[in-house]
T-cell receptor
Framework: SQTIHQWPATLVQPVGSPLSLECTVE??????LYWYRQAAGRGLQLLFY??????ISSEVPQNLSASRPQDRQFILSSKKLLLSDSGFYLC???????????FGAGSRLTVL | GENVEQHPSTLSVQEGDSAVIKCTYS??????FPWYKQELGKGPQLIID?????GEKKDQRIAVTLNKTAKHFSLHITETQPEDSAVYFC???????????FGPGTSLSVIP
């Protein structure tokens, strides 16, 4: 069966520090991968999505970036965090064309 | 691009009553409309979805209706229970895109 792993689960970082959140999917090949952000009490904002290795689409201009070094690995990064980067980051996958998303458990980032 | 609106933002019902959440979308090319339930501190989980070739779908106590002409769709929960308390998100996905756009969410509280 397919599973999705996301880590770390919680993270507290100072302003200006770097960030790396990792997401891996097991049990499927060539998935579409997504990063969403959920600010406190807000909806789900699509940040990046990828339909294949090295193919990244950015939805919102910001100081975050995403990479997909392997078929089932999706990484969210930042060189210098801002206070406004605080939130709940969710990775998700889908089989191409179906758009049925399965989410990970999320990573809660607090920038101080 | 697609824009999804959702109402109400908060909803409180007595246990056993029905709950209705309504969404509208902007892109007439959207043809897939999922609903997700998010419990506190967890990632959203798909509870029901509907595609544009049907007008209604039911799964036990939950049902979704779709009006493509008016570009709106609704979630109906009957005989609500305390465990239905959560944040519910509607979403829309155009057939030609590999991404899902979410509404802002509805926080449902079921009062015992």
């Amino acid at each position: 069966s397919q599973t999705i792993h996301q880590w770390p689960a919680t993270l507290v970082q100072p302003v200006g520090s770097p960030l790396s959140l990792e997401c891996t999917v097991e049990g499927t090949s060539n998935p579409n991968l997504y990063w969403y952000r959920q600010a406190a009490g807000r909806g789900l904002q699509l940040l990046f999505y990828s339909v294949g290795i090295g193919q990244i689409s950015s939805e919102v201009p910001q100081n975050l970036s995403a990479s997909r070094p392997q078929d089932r690995q999706f990484i969210l990064s930042s060189k210098k965090l801002l206070l406004s980067d605080s939130g709940f980051y969710l990775c998700a996958w889908s089989v191409g064309g179906a758009n049925v998303l399965t989410f990970g458990a999320g990573s809660r980032l607090t920038v101080l | 691009g697609e824009n999804v609106e959702q109402h109400p933002s908060t909803l409180s019902v007595q246990e056993g009553d029905s709950a209705v959440i309504k969404c509208t979308y902007s892109d007439s090319a959207s043809n897939y409309f999922p609903w997700y339930k998010q419990e506190l501190g967890k990632g959203p989980q798909l509870i029901i979805d509907i595609r544009s070739n049907v007008g209604e779908k039911k799964d036990q106590r939950i049902a979704v209706t779709l009006n493509k002409t008016a570009k709106h769709f609704s979630l109906h929960i009957t005989e609500t229970q305390p465990e239905d308390s959560a944040v519910y998100f509607c979403a829309a996905s155009p057939a030609s895109y590999d991404k899902v756009i979410f509404g802002p969410g509805t926080s449902l509280s079921v009062i015992p």
